[in-house]
């Protein structure tokens, strides 16, 4: 059976075709060097050797993103499952595994677990954001002697549970190192933009392609609805993701934008949501869509829209996490970004971006 690539460049598809099948491997790379897209083709590709395989991330929204690429793919991904990495492990250890006040699982009794049970014959994990992930998860995956591929970047670390490159190497063993080059989603005023919250060594290396510079926009009260019709409304085939700082803040835009332009048919995510409308969404349909800072990893859009920039006005601007917070948002973005604040000044951390890498008004 041959494998379908989906918008592979050759040097990825190359790096993808020359990685061995046997072994763990810990392949990293910048926002938009296909990180994603490479962990999904990864998973069929090994599921073609008749192992299933499972394909884990942090993000439940991620997740589905990811799910979508795999059945892409086409019928091979019957032999790979999709999950987070949070059910996974409950469904490894029979049920509801005991949990730890930082909201991850109770490490000790996990490993009590796998020292019982023993490792898992043929277990084949595939990991995308791997950084998101602590390294007490790759202990239990060398306990289990699994066959696990990660992708990761430590310069996208969103939460305080993560692990560095050295760290998931160490703890796997034995894990051969591989980097992906080049930025294939962002254009190059976008990169540009980005490049000024880089918080690892050395500068990015700038996309070839060009569009219009990021803008930042002073916005009245919940004002950043007029934006976002006008932009939904000029690029009906493309899809707008919408990222702020809090839930409040996700239901405010909604109920502005159904009020005002209900047929724009307005997607939202909420990790809080149990169920339905606002947990399942279509992240292939062109349109509007809602989500949170802490679910944005490994998304993209056509354009992105961060409204309230003003949230971190009282956050030191120096700040490395604030500052990488900023990087992994703005390369969300293929060809537009757009940011908004409310108040008078603009955020210190912006105020320092100068007029070159963003336009203001």
């Known amino acids: 059976m041959t494998l379908t690539y989906l918008d592979l460049t050759p040097e990825q598809r190359s790096g993808l075709d020359s990685l061995p099948f046997d072994g763990n491997h810990l392949i990293s790379g910048p926002p938009g060097s296909g990180k994603s897209l490479l962990a999904a083709q990864r998973a069929v590709m090994l599921a073609l050797t008749g192992t299933p395989v499972t394909l884990l991330t942090r993000s439940n929204l991620l997740r589905q993103s990811l799910a979508a690429m795999v059945h892409a793919l086409g019928p091979t991904d019957r032999g790979v499952r999709v999950a987070t990495a949070h059910a996974w492990l409950d469904q490894w250890y029979g049920g509801k595994a005991p949990r730890s006040a930082d909201g991850w699982h109770d490490w000790s009794a996990l490993f009590d677990r796998a020292a019982t049970t023993g490792p898992v014959e043929g277990l084949t994990l595939v990991i995308d954001e791997g950084q998101d992930l602590p390294p007490e998860f790759y202990l239990l995956c060398r306990m289990l002697k699994a066959r696990t591929t990660v992708y990761a970047d430590e310069c996208q670390r969103l939460t305080d549970t993560n692990s560095t490159l050295a760290e998931i190497a160490r703890n796997l063993a034995g894990c051969s190192r591989h980097e992906l080059d080049g ?25 070839d392609r060009q569009g219009p510079p990021p803008r930042l926009h002073r916005f009245p009260e919940r004002g950043a609805a007029d934006l976002l019709i006008m932009l939904a409304q000029r690029n009906p085939r493309e899809t ?35 169920g339905g409308q606002y947990r399942n969404i279509d992240l292939g349909r062109p349109g ?37 917070q900023y990087y992994v948002l703005a390369t969300r973005a293929r060809r537009e970004l757009h940011l908004g604040y409310e108040g008078e000044t603009e955020p210190p951390l912006l105020a320092q971006v100068p007029m070159r890498s963003l336009m203001r008004g």
């Open 183 to 207: 930025n294939h989603r962002n254009t190059e005023q976008i990169a540009s933009f980005a490049a000024h919250f880089h918080t690892g060594a050395g500068a990015p290396v700038l996309p």
């Open 240 to 274: 707008i993701g919408v990222i702020v700082n809090s839930k409040n803040t996700q239901f405010s835009i909604l109920g502005s934008l159904e009020r005002r332009a209900p047929r724009l048919k307005v997607q939202l995510y909420t990790s809080e949501a149990k």
């Open 288 to 324: 509007v869509v809602i989500v949170h800072r802490a679910s944005a990893k490994g998304l993209g859009f056509d354009t992105v829209v961060i409204p309230d920039t003003h949230t971190d006005v009282p956050k030191d601007p120096t700040s490395a996490a604030l500052r990488m």
